[in-house]
């Protein structure tokens, strides 16, 4: 019982094989997803860049915002603050769809002289824009609490306040099962995890439900108590999400993908070492730099087939790559070597198809050569 409980809400033996392994094997048992906080504001990569995950984020996003909606409503009639709080995070959870669809419209503009790499950084701006909200309603119902613990009121319609916390958990649950199964099928870790998160978001619903009947047996003080409780969670994911936005919007990356791309080398004879890789964010698309040493002996032909082989390895590695600019390097940088001791290759996957149908183009690569550009196709 215990165990299948476990497995329900991701954090037993099936959960967390789903999430760190792939089924593509040649030898290695790998994922690079090096975790997936619950986040509002930023969408991964990994579900990004397939039409598939795309999908399962639109629906995700109707059925969230369809429950939001009714429970705002009840909200309205009722004045409970569990509700409330319980309707800001299903509205934050519904709205992490929003720079997605924002970072669509705008990608498609092409890149001018003015933003000459497009502009993919509207996807950071709506991420704090959504955070910013999330942060004012939560500060909202923190207050409506604090007044409500100290100022009981009585709350009205208390069938329709455990309805509306059950069409919650409903929503949820049926977005959880939605997310689960689409990322089974795509193989994505990210989108798995984020249909946990419903369903854990679902049994917070049903404390709305616990705080009705609570307030039904003669305890007023049991839904400002649930909400509270609620508003402490909305502004957890308030932190970890404020602090995935400003560290993409600060060029920061997540260290296992710098790791990733030093790795492809190890996948491409003749080369020494990949080293001072440089990866940024724009959107949901990586734009990647670094530096190859090759042996000395090879002709500027077989160097250029080398980092031909490079790139298409990195393509595999890291599905959100968009570009990828690589130079010749004279030697191993002693410095550089250190900082990838500290930053060791994460649990990844290998395999023919091992990340899926990533949904564009194949990253474009520019070749640095002896103060010649070479492009690699």
Do not use: C
């Not at 809400?9 to 089924?23: D, P, W």
């Not at 824009?129 to 009121?153: E, K, M, N, W």
């Amino acid at each position: 019982m215990l165990r299948a409980m476990l497995d329900w809400l991701g954090f037993g033996e099936k959960g967390h094989a789903i999430g760190h392994g792939h089924g593509h094997g040649h030898g290695h048992d790998h994922d690079h997803e090096g975790g997936h906080a619950h986040t509002h504001g930023v969408i991964d990569p990994t579900i990004a860049t397939t039409a598939r995950g795309i999908w399962a984020i639109k629906w995700s996003f109707v059925i969230l915002a369809t429950t939001a909606v009714f429970q705002i409503v009840i909200v309205i009639l009722s004045s409970s603050v569990a509700l409330l709080a319980d309707t800001i995070h299903n509205v934050g959870d519904a709205a992490t769809a929003i720079p997605l669809w924002i970072a669509f419209i705008f990608a498609r503009r092409k890149a001018t002289d003015q933003f000459t790499y497009g502009l993919g950084r509207v996807e950071d701006l709506a991420g704090m824009t959504i955070v910013g909200l999330i942060l004012f309603s939560a500060l909202v119902a923190g207050y409506q609490t604090i007044d409500r613990l100290l100022h009981p009121q009585e709350i009205a319609y208390l069938g329709a306040v455990a309805a509306a916390g059950v069409i919650g958990f409903i929503g949820n649950e049926a977005v959880a099962v939605f997310r689960i199964r689409v990322g089974r099928e795509i193989q994505s870790a990210a989108l798995i995890a984020d249909g946990y998160h419903a369903r854990v978001d679902g049994l917070t619903s049903l404390a709305v439900v616990a705080g009705a009947i609570g307030v039904w047996l003669g305890f007023p003080l049991a839904d400002p108590i649930v909400g509270g409780v609620i508003t402490v969670l909305i502004f957890g994911i308030v932190w970890q999400s404020a602090r995935a936005v400003f560290t993409r919007a600060l060029d920061g990356v997540e260290p296992e993908f710098t790791a990733l791309l030093r790795h492809t080398g190890e996948h491409v004879p003749g080369v020494r070492k990949v080293q001072n890789v440089r990866t940024r964010w724009l959107g949901h698309r990586m734009y990647a730099e670094a530096d190859v040493v090759v042996d000395d002996s090879l002709l500027v032909r077989e160097a250029a087939i080398l980092l031909e082989k490079l790139h298409r390895q990195a393509s595999k590695h890291l599905p959100a790559l968009a570009s990828l600019r690589l130079a010749l390097a004279t030697g191993i940088d002693p410095e550089e070597q250190g900082r990838a001791e500290r930053n060791p290759t994460p649990p990844h996957e290998h395999g023919e198809r091992a990340h899926g149908d990533h949904g564009h183009d194949t990253a474009s690569t520019v070749t640095h050569i002896d103060g010649a550009q070479l492009a690699v196709p």
